[in-house]
């Protein structure tokens, strides 16, 4: 049974890319009945049922070694997280989220801003410095100057990497700079918010010549970490790491211990103040998910008794 790799899903169609030809697959209904819904990025076995015009059927799913759900693409070794320097604003508790879930699922991240051309109050130099003293990996870009574009293309290599962030951000457009020849449809800022509808509409893997895959996603402007435990969220802050060392409680939660050392180099400027109060933000969105939790399952054991 051959095997390959998912590149898109579309209307119940799954298009399977393997030994240099593109597969038109259907998946068999099993899929439907075990809940698993099959992902671009996934690599699954295969039947094909004729070779002429390269149809088949999805039979199995292999199993992942990452999953991100916004957007839903399987099997990612490294994302590019857009925001824009300006139009749209960007989201910073969206990016930590996205940060934050990245390093769950062992996803390396590169921050991407993009738009520098419309940088004209130099907003982008903050971004930046914020996000490199966390330890990140961070790109300037500008489509229009060209700026930064051989760099992103430098972190591609063999690996594959999805390009995720806001609606308007220029993943697209700047796809489709890497691949040179437009095939990524990319669209305007106003006349999208008009139509109420974002361009890219769903996830698609494209193969790259130096053996990786690129992939381009839909915008979104919400995502939840629901996954996550309240006492673990800090682990996903590496720059927290090793001043959490010197917090007088260990298992500190940074929030309102005394003597604590992240407090401390927030105060003092050593830690981003807006990383460290949108840590605070989702620490208490997850707090407040984990007593729902507990309020249910107490709820059920007393139903039972
Ligand atoms: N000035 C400027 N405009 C850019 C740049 N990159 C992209 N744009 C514009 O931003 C708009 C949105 O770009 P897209 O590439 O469609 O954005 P997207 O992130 O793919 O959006 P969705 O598909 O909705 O998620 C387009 O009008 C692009 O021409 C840039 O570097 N500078
Ligand atoms: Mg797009
Ligand atoms: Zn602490």
Do not use: W
Request: proline share 4%.
């Amino acid at each position: 049974m051959p095997t390959g790799i998912i590149l898109k899903g579309i209307g119940g169609f799954y298009y399977i890319s393997a030994d240099e030809a593109i597969y038109e697959c259907k998946a068999r209904g099993i899929f439907r009945k075990n809940d698993v819904i099959p992902l671009p990025g996934d690599k699954v076995n295969f039947s094909i049922t004729d070779e002429g015009s390269q149809k088949g059927s999805l039979d199995q799913v292999l199993p992942r070694f990452s999953q991100l759900t916004r957007p839903a693409v399987a099997n990612i070794n490294q994302v590019i997280l857009v925001i824009a320097a300006r139009s749209p604003v960007p989201d910073f508790l969206l990016l930590d989220k996205l940060l934050v879930k990245a390093a769950k699922e062992n996803i390396k991240p590169v921050i991407c801003l993009n738009k520098l051309d419309l940088d004209i109050d130099d907003a982008g130099r903050k971004i930046s410095e914020a996000y490199k003293n966390a330890g990140y990996d961070f790109l300037r870009t500008s489509v229009k100057t060209g700026q930064g574009l051989d760099e992103l293309e430098d972190k591609l290599g063999s690996m594959v990497t999805v390009f995720a962030g806001q609606s308007g951000v220029g993943k697209s457009t700047l796809l489709n700079s890497i691949l040179k020849d437009l095939i990524m449809e990319t669209g305007d800022l106003s006349i999208r918010s008009d139509r109420g509808k974002h361009t890219t509409r769903h996830a698609e893997l494209i193969p790259l010549s130096c053996g990786g895959y690129i992939a381009d996603t839909p915008g979104f402007s919400s995502f939840e970490l629901e996954s996550i435990e309240q006492n673990e969220l800090q682990h996903y802050y590496s720059e927290f790491s090793n001043p959490a060392e010197s917090c007088r409680f260990s298992g500190c939660s940074h929030a309102n211990e005394p003597d604590c050392k992240i407090k401390e180099l927030v105060s003092n400027g050593m830690i981003d103040m807006g990383r460290y109060e949108r840590y605070i933000e989702l620490l208490g969105y997850l707090k407040k998910l984990n007593d729902m939790k507990y309020k249910k399952s107490n709820k059920e054991k007393e139903k039972r008794q």
